[in-house]
C-alpha cells in the first residue's frame, strides 16, 4: 500500500527543522519545531504531525552519521466496492468494503431490505470502519377499533380489513359521531380497495362561521392534549373568525376506492352568504352539474338550504374538495379527497399508504380572507400571508421570525420552552431586547419593506401590528407529528389549499423525497431534496423512514408573497420516528435554509437546469391512452396575462379616485388576453343557450372593434371547442409587473404539460407566437406528465394540450383566489348543448332572482356593451 521516495538527504524536508549532525558515532541530533530529538544510528523516527515523513539516521563512508528524509507516497487505488480511507495513526491508509455480504448477495451500506416473508428488517451499518449487518423484527402500526375477525396480514403485519367489518355492518356513518379527524377513519369507505367492490360513500358536511381558539380547545395549549379535543382548532394560536365544515379544519377527509359513488349533503349554517363545494381534481364526468362552480354549474347554496352532491370517484389520486365562493377556502373550507385503486402504479416503492400521511398546506392569515381582502384592493393593505398552516395547525413566530435569524440564542427550541424564551426575548417589543436583535428603526424598515411591491410601483406602508404580533400560544400550539417506523417507506400525500401567492417549498431534515404522482397521475419516480408546490396541486411522494430514529422537522417554507422580501413565512411538521422521544427536533425553527439539493418545481424556473427539473420534464407512468399526440392540435390558443394599470372600475373610479390619481391603494389588474371575466349572470349550465349573446372572447371582442388593450374590457369570457379534438394553450405571463407568478386550474379534465420555458424576465405575446412561428417553442409531446394544476414561469410559457371528451362548461383559472376572484378567470364550453348532460331532475335553480344584466337589459336592450351576436372561435391555424 505505500510507495517510498527518498526525497534529500542532511537537508530540512518543508519547514520541518534544523538538523545537527552529531559528534558522536550512535545518534543523529534533530530539532523540529524547537524539540531536540536525538535518532539512534540505523533508525528511523517519524512525527506524529505527518507519518508520512520518516527521518533516518545513517553513517556515511566516512563515518559520519547523516539524517535521510523519506517521503512515504499512498498507493489509494482499492477494488471495486471497497474505498480508500486514510488512517489517523499511520502515513497510509487502507481499502475498506463499501458493502454487507448476506446469504452470499451483496448490500450497499445505508440500504435497507427486508427478509423472512417480511417479517425481518435488515440494515447495512456502518461501525468502526467494518460493515455489518443489522436485522430486527418488522414493528406494526398499531391497529384501533377493528373487529377480531376482520383482522387480516398482510406484508407480516396485521391490518384492518374495513370490507369484512362493513359485512359485519358497521354503525351507519350518521350515527357515528364524527367530531374529528380520528372519527373518519371509521368510515366504511375507508378501506382496502378491491377491483369490482365499489360502495357508495355519504358524508355530511355543515358549513358555518367558526373560530380559531374556541372554547372547545379548553386550556390548550398550554394542555396540549386540549388542542386534539373535538371541535378545537387551534390554528396558529392565534385568534381569528374562520368558516369551516364540520368543524374542522382541514375539512373531514374523503377517503373512497376508485369508482365509489360519493353523496355530500352540503348544509350552508353560514350566517350571511352563499356557499359551494368544488370537488378539485375529479372530472364530473356525466355530472358536469355537480363541479360546485356557483354561475357555472349551480347557484350558490343559499344560507339555511342543503344540496346533495352525487358523482362517481371515476379518477383516482390525491384530490381534494373546497369552496368556490369568494374566500371560504382560505378561511378554512377545505379537506382532502383520496381516491384508492386496488392496484396502484409505483406501489412497489412503498410500504404504507395511511391516512395519517395526508399534509395539506394552506397559506394562513390573521383576518378574515375577505377583510383583507377588501383592505389590500380598496385601501392598500397588505396582502401577504404571515404564516402557513400544516393540516391546520402550527406555531407562528411572527416578527421574531426575522429576528431569529439575527440572533440564533433567543429561539425557543422546545415547546416547553415558551417561559425561557420570553424572559430573554421580550415579545411585545422586539426591538427592545438586545442589541443585537433589530432596533426600531430597523424594525419599521423592515417592516416598510415588507409591503413594497417588487416593481417598485407605490405600495403603501403596513402598520407593524398587521402582521400580528405572536401571541403565547402562537408559539406553544403543537406542530402537526407524522409518525413513521424506521424501515418502512411510506406514501405520503401532499395538497396544496393555499389561496394566496405564497408557492410551498416542502423539504424533510437528513431526508430526500421521492416524487411518485402529482393532481393524481403517476409519475416515473424523481427523487429531489425540495419540492415546490403551488395552490391546487397535488403531489405524492414517497419518504423512506432510513435515517437514525429520531425528530425531523418536516419543512414548509413560502415563496413570492412569503419569501424573505416579505413576511418569511415557515412552518414546521414533525417526522417523528417510532421510539424517539416525543419531542420537537433540536433545530430552530426558523426560515432559513442552507441545504442543497435537487429542487422540483421550482418557482420561476426554466426547463433545461442542472439543479432543478420542471413539471413538463417529468414523466408520465400512466398507461392511458395518450390522445393528444399529434403533430399539430385541433385548435391553439394564446393566453397571455400580466398586471395591468387600468381604471377598472371594481377598484378606481375615474376622475374620484382613478387609478393614475392614487398613490396609496393603486390596483393592478391581472387579466387574461386583457379580458376580465364577469361571472354569468345564471348558471351557464342551466341557463345553456340564454347567455350566449354575452359570451366575449378576444377575437369576438376585436371583431366589434373594441380594443381591450385600451378599454377595460368585463365579460364572460369564453373559449368554445367542440368534442373529441386535441385543444393546446400556450399560458404566456408577460410578466412587466411585478415578479409574480401564477397556476392555472382547469376544471372537468386532466391536461398534459407539454412544455414550459422562462425567456426572460418578462416577454411578450408578440415574441412568443414568433417563437413558435419559428418551431422554438419546445415540447414533449411523448410520456409527457398529466396534471389539471400548472404554473407558469413568470416572464415565460406553460404548453398544455388536452382532449375533449368531457362535454360540460368547464372553469379555467388562477387559483390564487384573490386573482380568479377579480376575473383571472375563463370558461371553456366543451360541445354542444345537446351533447351535455341534463341537469339531475329538480335541480336547484335561481332565475327568478333578476341580476344586473336583466335590469340592463329592461332599460337599454339595445346597447349592450360588450354583447356579440354569435360567439366563434378564433382558431389560429398553422
Ligand atoms: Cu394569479
Redesign the pocket.
Known amino acids: 500500500m505505500m510507495v517510498k521516495v527518498l526525497l534529500f538527504t542532511i537537508l530540512c524536508y518543508q519547514s520541518c527543522a534544523e538538523i545537527i549532525q552529531t559528534q558522536t558515532d550512535h545518534m543523529c541530533e534533530l530539532i523540529l519545531d524547537t524539540k531536540i530529538l536525538f535518532i539512534p544510528a540505523n533508525e528511523t523516527w517519524s512525527s506524529s504531525e505527518d507519518p508520512c515523513v520518516v527521518y533516518k539516521c545513517l553513517k556515511t563512508f566516512e563515518n559520519e552519521n547523516k539524517i535521510e528524509i523519506e517521503k512515504i507516497e499512498c498507493n489509494i487505488t482499492c477494488p471495486e466496492d471497497y474505498v480508500y480511507k486514510n488512517s489517523t495513526k499511520d502515513c497510509c491508509g487502507s481499502c475498506y468494503a463499501t458493502f454487507c455480504m448476506l446469504d452470499d448477495v451483496k448490500h450497499k451500506i445505508g440500504s435497507i431490505w427486508k427478509s423472512d416473508n417480511n417479517c425481518t428488517v435488515n440494515e447495512c451499518v456502518y461501525n468502526s470502519d467494518e460493515p455489518y449487518v443489522t436485522s430486527y423484527k418488522k414493528s406494526c402500526p398499531k391497529i384501533n377499533s377493528c373487529e377480531l375477525e376482520s383482522i387480516e396480514v398482510k406484508d407480516c403485519c396485521p391490518y384492518c380489513n374495513s370490507m369484512k367489518s362493513m359485512r359485519k355492518n358497521l354503525p351507519l356513518i350518521n350515527e357515528v359521531k364524527l367530531t374529528n379527524r380520528d372519527k373518519y377513519r371509521l368510515h366504511p369507505c375507508l378501506r382496502e380497495c378491491v377491483e369490482g367492490q365499489e360502495l357508495t360513500c355519504y358524508y355530511e358536511f355543515v358549513v358555518e362561521n367558526f373560530q380559531t381558539m374556541s372554547k372547545a380547545c379548553y386550556n390548550c395549549p398550554s394542555n396540549m392534549t386540549d388542542c386534539y379535543k373535538p371541535h378545537c382548532i387551534p390554528a396558529d394560536g392565534m385568534m381569528r373568525s374562520i368558516t369551516v365544515v364540520n368543524r374542522m379544519m382541514p375539512g373531514p377527509n374523503i377517503e373512497v376506492c376508485v369508482n365509489d359513488t360519493i353523496i355530500v349533503d352540503v348544509k350552508n349554517h353560514l350566517m350571511s352568504e352563499g356557499t359551494s363545494i368544488h370537488w378539485h381534481g375529479l372530472h364530473q364526468r356525466n355530472t358536469p352539474y355537480m363541479d360546485g362552480v356557483p354561475q357555472i354549474t349551480q347557484c350558490a347554496i343559499p344560507v339555511g338550504q342543503i344540496f346533495r352532491y352525487t358523482f362517481r370517484a371515476d379518477n383516482s389520486g390525491t384530490h381534494f374538495w373546497h369552496s368556490h365562493l369568494g374566500m371560504q377556502r382560505g378561511d378554512g373550507v377545505y379537506g382532502a379527497i383520496i381516491v384508492r385503486k386496488a392496484e396502484e402504479l409505483n406501489e412497489n416503492l412503498y410500504d404504507y399508504d395511511l391516512s395519517d400521511h395526508i399534509l395539506i398546506t394552506i397559506d394562513w392569515t390573521h383576518l378574515p380572507a375577505t377583510s383583507i381582502f377588501t383592505s389590500h384592493h380598496h385601501s392598500g393593505g397588505s396582502n401577504k400571508p404571515p404564516n402557513i398552516l400544516i393540516n391546520g395547525r402550527g406555531k407562528y413566530f411572527g416578527n421574531l421570525s426575522l429576528a431569529i435569524t439575527n440572533n440564533d440564542e433567543m429561539v425557543p427550541t422546545t415547546t416547553e420552552s415558551f417561559e425561557e424564551f420570553e424572559t430573554t426575548f421580550n415579545i411585545e417589543n422586539v426591538e427592545e431586547t438586545t442589541t443585537e436583535s433589530i432596533n426600531q428603526d430597523e424594525h419599521q424598515e423592515v417592516i416598510n419593506r415588507s409591503s413594497r411591491s417588487i416593481s417598485g410601483a407605490p405600495a403603501p406602508v403596513q402598520p407593524p401590528e398587521k402582521l400580528g404580533n405572536p401571541s403565547q400560544e402562537s408559539i406553544l400550539v403543537p406542530f402537526e407529528v407524522f409518525n413513521v417506523v424506521k424501515g418502512f417507506r411510506y406514501r405520503f400525500r401532499h395538497i396544496n389549499a393555499g389561496f394566496l401567492?405564497c408557492p410551498i417549498q416542502l423539504s424533510i431534515d437528513n431526508h430526500t423525497i421521492t416524487v411518485i404522482s402529482s393532481d393524481g397521475n403517476a409519475l416515473e419516480p424523481v427523487e429531489a431534496t425540495f419540492l415546490t408546490t403551488y395552490a391546487g396541486e397535488r403531489w405524492d411522494f414517497i419518504v423512506n423512514a432510513n435515517q437514525e430514529v429520531g425528530n425531523y422537522f418536516i419543512r414548509a417554507r413560502g415563496g413570492m408573497d412569503c419569501d424573505e422580501r416579505f413576511t418569511s413565512a415557515f412552518q414546521m411538521a414533525v417526522l417523528h420516528y417510532q421510539g424517539a422521544p416525543e419531542e420537537d427536533p433540536k433545530e430552530k425553527p426558523s426560515y432559513d435554509m442552507k441545504r442543497e439539493g435537487l429542487a422540483l418545481n421550482s418557482l420561476n424556473t426554466g426547463s433545461g437546469q442542472e439543479t432543478s427539473i420542471t413539471a413538463a420534464e417529468l414523466k408520465s407512468y400512466e398507461k392511458k391512452e395518450n390522445k393528444i399526440l399529434k403533430p399539430e392540435p385541433d385548435y391553439k390558443f394564446f393566453i397571455s396575462y400580466d398586471f395591468y394599470g387600468k381604471d377598472n372600475p371594481l377598484f378606481h373610479v375615474e376622475n374620484l379616485y382613478g387609478f393614475n390619481q392614487v398613490e396609496i391603494g393603486r390596483i393592478y389588474t391581472?387579466q387574461l388576453n386583457h379580458i376580465t371575466m364577469q361571472m354569468p349572470a345564471k348558471p351557464a349550465m342551466l341557463a345553456k343557450g340564454l347567455l350566449d349573446s354575452t359570451f366575449c372572447n378576444e377575437s369576438s371582442l376585436l371583431s366589434q372593434g373594441i380594443n381591450c388593450r385600451e378599454v377595460f374590457c368585463h365579460c364572460t369570457h369564453v373559449l368554445q371547442v367542440p368534442l373529441n379534438a386535441v385543444v393546446e394553450m400556450i399560458l404566456v405571463d408577460e410578466g412587466f409587473t411585478y415578479d409574480?407568478n401564477?397556476?392555472f386550474h382547469l376544471h372537468g379534465n386532466y391536461f398534459n404539460v407539454i412544455g414550459m420555458d422562462r425567456l426572460g424576465t418578462n416577454v411578450t405575446i408578440q415574441e412568443v407566437k414568433e417563437l413558435d412561428r419559428m418551431g422554438r417553442l419546445r415540447r414533449k409531446l411523448i410520456d409527457s406528465p398529466q396534471k389539471d394544476t400548472v404554473t407558469v414561469p413568470d416572464g415565460g410559457y406553460t404548453i398544455i394540450r388536452f382532449y375533449t371528451d368531457n362535454p360540460g362548461m368547464w372553469f379555467l383559472h388562477?387559483?390564487?383566489d384573490f386573482?380568479?376572484e377579480v376575473g383571472?378567470a375563463m370558461m371553456l364550453k366543451i360541445g354542444d348543448y345537446s351533447e351535455m348532460p341534463s341537469p339531475p331532475k329538480n335541480f336547484p335553480t335561481c332565475f327568478d332572482v333578476s341580476s344586473d344584466e336583466d335590469r340592463e337589459k329592461r332599460s337599454n336592450s339595445n346597447s349592450l356593451k360588450f354583447s356579440i351576436f354569435l360567439l366563434f372561435i378564433q382558431v389560429l391555424l398553422y
Open positions: 401567492n391581472p409574480a401564477h397556476m388562477c387559483h390564487i386573482h380568479a383571472m
